[in-house]
């Protein structure tokens, strides 16, 4: 699930490894630190379904960025499909749920 | 911070991956890992667990890029991908197959008929026995054929169908010993 956030982030934008850390924090995924990006990010640029380029960061020194190749997209709209139905599938099981604790 | 990427960077050499591509992943993860501890963002929290064990770390990255092969627990040849048994079954075979045809042969020369009946000559080949006479019209002409089957090109055949398949046997040792996985760079 979480390489398929990676594809997320760098759809939206170019991003090398600790700036797509950040953005999945912002929106707060803050257990990435628990497995590291790094090994994922290995793994799809295997896989090729990134593209990478060098690149002067901000100020300091040339990041290697990571953006979706077009099996990356493919692999996005599709893992982003099924878990829309995972999801929903869950939902309509969970959704109804009412619950009360006695404390 | 430094030491946990000098660490990955030794870990890599040992695994074989290469300078160039060692120097750059180190690269990257020095920058990330300064530009975090600026943020206020620890090793542990960019990396987790295995912040504590940069060696498990750097295995498990650069196996997952492809630049180094996946450990493979040992595993058990058969008995038919040894080479030497190969050889020496190959071996074992011709040795039978000699035996075969040579024996073969002479059981098939001692039990063969003495005598054939034709009811004309035709084949130039025959040879009447002394004593036989002309054979009258009609009437069928007796020989004595002598059969005598010569074992030389039966052994030479089974010769060349043992070297053949020790040939094709050490071939296809040899191509399966070069299927080894190479890593990928």
Redesign the interface.
């Known amino acids: 699930m979480l390489d398929l956030c990676l594809l997320a982030v760098i759809d939206e934008e170019p991003a090398?490894?600790?700036e797509m850390?950040?953005r999945l924090r912002e929106r707060g995924l803050a257990f990435?630190?628990?497995?590291?990006i790094?090994?994922?990010l290995?793994?799809l640029?295997?896989d090729g379904l990134v593209d990478t380029r060098r690149a002067a960061?901000n100020g300091?020194?040339p990041?290697?960025y990571y953006q979706p190749s077009g099996a990356g997209r493919l692999a996005l709209a599709l893992g982003v499909s099924e878990w829309r139905a995972a999801r929903d599938a869950v939902d309509a099981v969970l959704a109804p749920v009412t619950v009360e604790v006695a404390t | 911070m430094s030491d946990f990427v000098e660490q990955c960077r030794r870990e890599w050499k040992r695994l074989g991956v290469s300078d160039p591509l060692a120097d750059?992943m180190a690269?990257?993860?020095a920058?990330?890992l300064n530009?975090?501890e600026a943020?206020g963002v620890s090793v542990?929290?960019?990396?987790?667990?295995?912040a504590f064990d940069p060696a498990s770390?750097a295995a498990?990255?650069?196996?997952?890029?492809?630049v180094i092969p996946p450990p493979r627990s040992p595993q058990p040849r058969s008995f038919f991908r040894r080479p030497l048994t190969l050889g020496a079954v190959a071996v074992l075979v011709f040795v039978v197959l000699s035996f075969v045809a040579l024996f073969g042969t002479v059981l098939i020369t001692r039990a063969a008929p003495p005598t054939l009946a034709f009811r004309r000559a035709t084949a130039p080949s025959l040879r009447l026995l002394p004593g036989a006479g002309q054979p009258l019209p009609g009437q069928p002409l007796v020989v004595h054929a002598h059969t005598s089957v010569n074992a030389v090109p039966l052994l030479l055949f089974f010769l060349v169908l043992g070297i053949i398949a020790i040939v094709i046997t050490w071939l296809w040792t040899a191509r399966t010993r070069s299927r080894a996985p190479s890593a990928?760079v």
Not at chain 2, 44 to 49: A, D, N, Q, S
Request: hydrophobic residues 20%; without cysteine; proline residues 6%.
């Open positions: 090398y490894g600790y850390t950040k990435v630190g628990e497995g590291s790094y090994p994922l290995g793994r640029e295997r960061s300091g020194p990041r290697k | 750059e690269a990257d993860l920058s990330d530009e975090a943020d542990e929290e960019l990396l987790g667990r295995t770390f498990t990255w650069a196996t997952e890029r492809g990928p």
